[in-house]
């Protein structure tokens, strides 16, 4: 899988919006980007993914660029529990071959009331 | 419905012991994934299971294993346990269709004295 770089650390105030950024520049046409959090003392927690398009769900936002070098990861109203690693992958949809989640270090989001 | 669960929590051994975890997926998902959390090494794949078979496995030596039963649970075998075998280990399900987001459970904590 192409190689991501995110922050190591983040700090946000509650109910503020939390963009975090994600950079993939050698990401390939077939290439997913994923969203994952791991909270403290928890197994990871899938988030949201999109392909080219920016997308919305329940949990969060993702906003890709155009030349889908970079993505960000948008939570509208952060709030305690969103303190967390958060990991952003790319997939390669093609096939099953490999399929495995392949983790760099993720961004700590801190949260202060 | 039930997610991922693991057993046990907590497991403490002692070098060149032998231990193994089990992890039972989501219903209906059939592929089975393991990785390891060790601290200062982030979340490293180390074997993905699908339909009872061996699909993937990461960089780990052979004294990991594991296997899927048919019902589609599946054990983590850890032969001549070392100190740095210390680790979060993470079972994941998923079901290989569509985006294939991965599921994961609590974990089990390995410690090795």
């Known amino acids: 899988d192409a190689k991501t770089t995110q922050p190591n650390s983040m700090e946000s105030n509650e109910e503020e919006p939390v963009h975090l950024p994600c950079n993939h520049s050698t990401i390939s046409g077939t290439d997913y980007i994923h969203w994952y959090r791991q909270l403290p003392s928890q197994g990871p927690e899938y988030v949201i993914h999109?392909?080219?398009s920016n997308v919305n769900n329940r949990m969060a936002s993702l906003a890709i660029a155009e030349d889908r070098k970079s993505s960000t990861l948008i939570l509208h109203r952060a709030t305690l529990r969103d303190a967390a690693v958060y990991y952003c992958i790319l997939r390669f949809m093609g096939n099953n071959a490999g399929n495995m989640l392949t983790f760099g270090g993720g961004t700590r989001l801190m949260v202060k009331p | 419905e039930a997610g991922v669960t693991q057993s046990p929590t907590h497991l403490i051994k002692t070098r060149g012991q032998q231990v193994t975890l089990r992890c039972s997926p989501i219903s209906g998902h059939t592929s089975v994934y393991w990785y390891q959390q060790a601290l200062g090494l982030g979340l490293q794949f180390l074997l993905w299971y699908d339909e009872g078979e061996e699909r993937n496995r990461g960089n780990f030596p052979p004294r990991f294993s594991g296997r899927q039963f048919p019902n589609y649970s599946s054990e983590l075998n850890v032969n001549a346990l070392e100190l740095e075998d210390s680790a979060l280990y993470l079972c994941a399900s998923s079901f290989l269709q569509g985006p294939d987001t991965q599921y994961f459970g609590p974990g089990t904590r390995l410690t090795v004295l």
């Open positions: 999109g392909l080219t």
